[in-house]
T-cell receptor
Framework: GQNIDQPTEMTATEGAIVQINCTYQ??????LFWYQQHAGEAPTFLSY??LDGLEEKGRFSSFLSRSKGYSYLLLKELQMKDSASYLC??????????WGAGTKLIIKP | GAVVSQHPSWVICKSGTSVKIECRSL??????MFWYRQFPKQSLMLMAT?????????EQGVEKDKFLINHASLTLSTLTVTSAHPEDSSFYIC????????????FGPGTRLTVT
């Protein structure tokens, strides 16, 4: 079967670093996506990993380990505007996205 | 990057009426479009997948006669909520992909539907 799991909610302090984990199980895999979604808005693309390792994009980095079925999104130098839900999703063998429930990130001053 | 638009952004309708939501890919040809529904504080739920020129594939539990999807061209897909009820009130989001094997999926801004 397929499943994907991420924490429901996390809290962090402005200026700090936070890591949001995502674990998944699937027989067919075509990559792992991270999206950011602010309340009342559609998701926006953050990152895509299909090979093992760390991809860095400015303050955001994403890591993938295919053998462990594990990914994380790392956010550095947190800003208040980073308060949002972060969705991880893997693409299965049919190129369909299978979504996690999202992690609500709360940033405190 | 590729742009996907949705129209309308929000709509209020009376119970029993039908509402049509349009999803357009503005600068690329979308061979596949996806329709999602999202209730407050919940994750995206895929409703259906549509390929240009063919019938949509609906997810389990989604009534195809209630949620009519038409993907008539490579840049336009429509979702019609027929005989809307208050429980259909939700955030409807479309996304589009350029072709099989292409992984990038671009989201529209969403349509907030309120049925009174």
């Amino acid at each position: 079967g397929q499943n994907i799991d991420q924490p429901t909610e996390m809290t962090a302090t402005e200026g700090a670093i936070v890591q949001i984990n995502c674990t998944y199980q699937t027989s067919g895999f075509n990559g792992l996506f991270w999206y950011q979604q602010h309340a009342g808005e559609a998701p926006t693309f953050l990152s895509y990993n299909v090979l093992d390792g760390l991809e860095e994009k400015g303050r955001f980095s994403s890591f993938l380990s295919r053998s462990k079925g594990y990914s994380y999104l790392l956010l550095k130098e947190l800003q208040m505007k980073d308060s949002a839900s972060y969705l991880c999703a893997f693409m299965d063998s049919n190129y369909q996205l299978i979504w996690g429930a999202g992690t609500k990130l709360i940033i405190k001053p | 990057g590729a742009v996907v638009s949705q129209h309308p952004s929000w709509v209020i309708c009376k119970s029993g009426t039908s509402v049509k939501i349009e999803c357009r890919s503005l600068d690329f040809q979308a061979t596949t479009m996806f329709w999602y529904r999202q209730f407050p504080k919940q994750s995206l739920m895929l409703m259906a997948t549509s390929n240009e020129g063919s019938k949509a594939t609906y997810e389990q539990g989604v009534e195809k006669d209630k949620f009519l999807i038409n993907h008539a061209s490579l840049t336009l897909s429509t979702l019609t909520v027929t005989s809307a009820h208050p429980e259909d009130s939700s955030f409807y989001i479309c996304s589009a992909r350029g072709g099989q094997g292409i992984t990038e999926q671009y989201f529209g801004p969403g349509t907030r539907l309120t049925v009174t």
